[in-house]
């Protein structure tokens, strides 16, 4: 506030709203006193001035201290740490409130999901997370594949077709259709570079030795999507099929908006079928042998089950958790 707090003032309470998703609230107790304002020592992670037709509040976001570290050179007062999140915009809007001894003022605050550190954007810009639940099934999913620069207008939509990966990998830019490529196996479930790793010969997976627990869940080692979505399962996947209006490229259209962006060979790098035929991973380790991993194919005549080499590059839808 602009200069003394006097007893009984008028302020405004503040409204934070940020779309989409996770929703947190923020607590401030205030105590108005005569002469003053006595409040606990926080760490603040934020804060700003709202302004009303009745008055300005300034506001912090932050967390009580627990402790403090003195010694002759410097004092360090120490919150309890919390995950971090990224700078967000938001609204402020303004009602009238009278704020006495012992109010609570509610801040509300929805902030965007956030993608795993180290993730890397091909067109420079994350994904847009926004979600479409099919009213059958019940499940949310996001609307477009992992780096699609929006949903599917169409089946050929060029626009809506994303990235492709490797089956387990992470977004490290070998996803992106203009990587380079390498044929050189990575020994670690991060081999360390954004290239597309070539594999002629079987067991046709970029890491050697196989691990087939990196996409497993919201906190699979190599998980790609946003913070609260994961790869979808065989039988998630295929309890959506069993809603599609038709066996083919309309009913994955017409269902998640799934196109045809087609995928990236395994032996050299180049591009197969893009236009004219779709291939979605799942999270789900194939069963024939536990070689390669479970997926969908489609195209304009059919759909079906399209297992195949964990080194193929696949279009990602994320599921919601």
Known sequence: ????????????????????????????????LQFGLNAQTSVNGAGGEATGSNGQM????????????????????????QPYIPPFNY??????????????VTLSVNVQPSYPAGTVHCNGTPT???????????????????????????????????????????????????????????????PGHGDFILVPNTPYDWRSPQNANLWQGVNGVNNPCPSGYRLPTRMEFESELATWLSDDAFGAFTSLRLSMAGGRL????????????????????????????????????????????????????????
């Not at 609307?143 to 387990?168: E, F, P």
């Open 128 to 190: 847009a997370v926004v979600d479409v639940t099919n009213p059958i099934t019940g499940k949310t999913w996001m609307d477009r594949n992992l780096g699609a620069s929006r949903a599917a207008t169409s089946s050929t939509d060029a626009s809506s077709y994303g990235d492709l990966y490797q089956w387990g990998r992470g977004a490290d830019g070998h996803q992106c259709r203009n990587s380079a490529t390498t044929s050189t196996l990575s020994s670690t479930d991060q």
């Open 91 to 104: 609204t402020v809007s303004a009602t009238n409130n009278t704020i006495c001894s012992g109010t609570t």
């Open 266 to 321: 395994n032996d050299d790098g180049s591009f197969l079928n893009v236009g004219s035929f779709g291939a979605y991973w799942y999270s789900t380790v194939s069963a024939n042998n536990g070689i390669g991993s479970s997926g969908l194919g489609f195209n304009t005549s059919s759909r079906y089950p399209n297992d195949n080499y964990r080194s193929i590059g696949r279009s990602i839808r994320c599921i919601k958790n």
């Open 58 to 81: 300034s506001f912090s976001v932050g967390e009580i201290v627990y402790t403090t570290m003195n010694n002759s050179s410097y004092s360090i007062a120490q919150g309890i740490q």
């Open 1 to 32: 506030m602009d200069g003394t707090i006097e007893n009984k003032k008028r302020i405004t309470t503040i409204i934070v709203e940020i779309k989409i998703m996770n929703r947190i609230q923020v607590f401030f107790a205030t105590c108005m």
